[in-house]
């Protein structure tokens, strides 16, 4: 399964709007802005999250878009499902080899369990490892 712009830069306006979130309304405009982004994709996109009831829309002068929920209860899971469609790596024929077929399944599982067990708000908080002796080679 490749994670298309459409998957990418929905979690990135659902990064954006996690980060703001208790703030008041954020404008699609400074999100892509900030991300240098075009702000109509952004529109196309935030649609599907409107309609999936994973964001609320706030009219007027002050207007923008907020979660309809707490970061910590949406998975990153439930945002590529509603922009991406199903988690699947590949179809999974029934007269497939079992061995074949199995590690099909194992990775469709896989994948699923780390967008099911990552929520927004690990990933608008996260700050990345600043192990860098991980990095250092030693001759």
């Given at each position: 399964m490749k994670i298309?712009?459409?998957?990418?830069?929905?979690?990135?306006?659902?990064m954006a709007l996690a980060r703001k979130h208790g703030e008041g309304p954020t404008s699609l405009k400074s999100i892509a802005k900030e991300h240098n982004l075009s702000e109509h994709y952004l529109e196309q996109l935030i649609a599907p999250l409107r309609n999936a009831r994973l964001v609320k829309s706030i009219r007027g002068a002050y207007g923008g878009y907020?979660?309809?929920h707490e970061?910590?209860?949406?998975?990153?899971g439930d945002i590529i499902r509603v922009l991406e469609g199903?988690?699947?790596?590949v179809e999974v024929m029934d007269d497939e080899e079992p061995?074949?077929?199995?590690?099909?399944?194992?990775?469709?599982?896989?994948?699923?369990?780390?967008l099911d067990n990552t929520t927004l708000e690990y990933l608008a908080?996260?700050?990345?490892?600043d192990d860098q002796e991980s990095y250092m080679f030693y001759i």
């Open positions: 298309s712009t459409k998957g990418r830069y929905g979690l990135t306006i659902m907020i979660l309809a970061p910590e209860t949406i998975t990153a199903p988690i699947s790596p061995a074949k077929r199995d590690l099909w399944i194992k990775i469709r599982d896989a994948v699923k369990d780390v908080t996260y700050e990345g490892e």
